[in-house]
Every structure is written in C-alpha cells, then in structure tokens.
C-alpha cells in the first residue's frame, strides 16, 4: 500500500517553462489537494477535488491548472513557471473534505 | 501563518521527558482537530485527531486535549525519544460553503536533546 505517491521528487526548471506535477493515491479516497510549502507561509492550498469530476481554487491558485484525470490521479500544471513557484509541492488525499489527509513525499521545484 | 521555516516556535526537551505543543484555533465553528508531524525532507504525518464532542483522546505515547472554551489544541507526548524531533502543527476543519475547509497552525518545532 503506497498511499499517495508523487513524482517528480525533484525539479529544476527555467522561467517560462512548463510541466506537470503527478499525483496518485491508491486509497480509494474522494478527496485530493495540492498544497506548497514555502519557509514562512506555512502550507497555502492550490486547488482541490473534493470528488472525482470537480475541482475547485484554493488559496494561492494564480498560475497553476489542475485535472482530476480519475478517482486515484490529480495532476498539477505549471504552463509558465515563474522563480516565485520555487518551493515545495504536496499532494494530500482523503476520504471525505471532513477527514484528516494523507499526504505525498512532495516534490521540491526550483525556478531559475 | 507559517509552518516550516527559519521563525517557527521552537520547544527544546531532553529525552524521556515529557512535551506538550499547543495550538489556538481560529474558528468556534470547528468540529474536527488533527495534529501532524513533519520530519525534514518529508511529508506531514498524520498522528492523532479528536472530534469537538470529546475533551481528550489518547494514542500511542500521545494525547490531544481540546478545550473549546478557549479555542485550545494541545498534543502531549510521553517519555519523548529523538526520533520525536521534527515540526508538529495542528488543523481545524470546519464546515465551509459547499463542503469543509481545513486551517493549518503555524507548527513548532521540537528538538529531542539525547
């Protein structure tokens, strides 16, 4: 049982590039969310999918896409990284909005 | 708030005592509390939750206590080993337009001095 597994671990990217972010989980949870991390700013919510087929903005969602591509996958999109979308990247996923979260290893992205 | 990061609270104990962490939370609203541990170069860790109809609950070496009258989060951790050193920080989630909205604390770190 591997539980909510990101990949990459790590990025380097230069300004204007862009990529996407993987997420799955095998827990058969409805909920997913992708949140950053920054030294400072503590854990800012992206987007989120309560359930599969819906998704909805966070806290921080300015140059970020998301696709719920099914229940277990929640892809995360960068189309023009900018050098303040360095930080780290997690996936969380849960049962219900109403339950505690699992979360991924993260991915360490860095903006140049 | 903050969470991870070069300004978090810092709370120093020595091995085999006891620690107590504590969070104040925003919302009277909130019926549902979880504590989480993040080591370095990891994710959060989901470690112990209580709901708003209980004032305390116990786990494995640790307890959380509620106290709604103050908006109050503590989680205490018995004979604290090194492998406890890492950034603790508590969510509230509450109910929000068109679902639930989770709150994280700002976290502290704790130092396990062996």
């Known amino acids: 049982n591997a539980g909510v597994t990101q990949t990459p671990k790590f990025q380097v990217l230069k300004t204007g590039q862009s990529m996407t972010l993987q997420c799955a989980q095998d827990?058969?949870?409805?909920?997913m969310y992708w949140y950053r991390q920054d030294p400072g700013m503590g854990l800012r919510l992206i987007y989120y999918?309560?359930?599969?087929?819906?998704?909805d903005k966070g806290e921080v969602p300015n140059g970020y896409n998301v696709s719920r591509l099914n229940k277990r996958e929640f892809s995360l999109r960068l189309e023009s990284a900018a050098p303040s979308q360095t930080s780290v990247y997690f996936c969380?996923?849960?049962?219900?909005?109403?339950?505690?979260?699992?979360f991924g290893s993260g991915t360490r992205l860095t903006v140049v | 708030g903050e969470s991870v990061g070069l300004h978090l609270p810092t709370l120093s104990v020595q091995e085999g005592d006891n620690s107590i962490i504590n969070c104040a939370y925003s919302?009277?609203?909130?019926?549902?509390f979880i504590w989480y541990k993040q080591e370095s170069g990891k994710g959060p860790q989901f470690i112990i939750d209580?709901?708003?109809?209980?004032d305390k609950r116990q786990g494995q070496r640790v307890t959380v206590l509620l106290n709604k009258t103050v908006k109050h989060l503590s989680l205490q951790i018995a004979a604290t080993q090194p492998g406890d050193s890492a950034v603790y920080f508590c969510?509230?989630?509450?109910?929000?337009?068109?679902?639930?909205?989770?709150?994280f604390g700002a976290g502290t770190r704790l130092f396990v001095k062996a």
């Open positions: 969510a509230e989630i509450y109910p929000n337009t068109g679902g639930f909205k989770t709150i």
């Open positions: 209580i709901r708003s109809n209980m």
């Open positions: 999918s309560a359930s599969e087929g819906t998704t």
């Open positions: 969380a996923s849960s049962v219900t909005p109403n339950y505690g979260y699992t």
């Open positions: 827990m058969n949870h409805n909920s």
């Open positions: 919302n009277s609203a909130s019926d549902y």
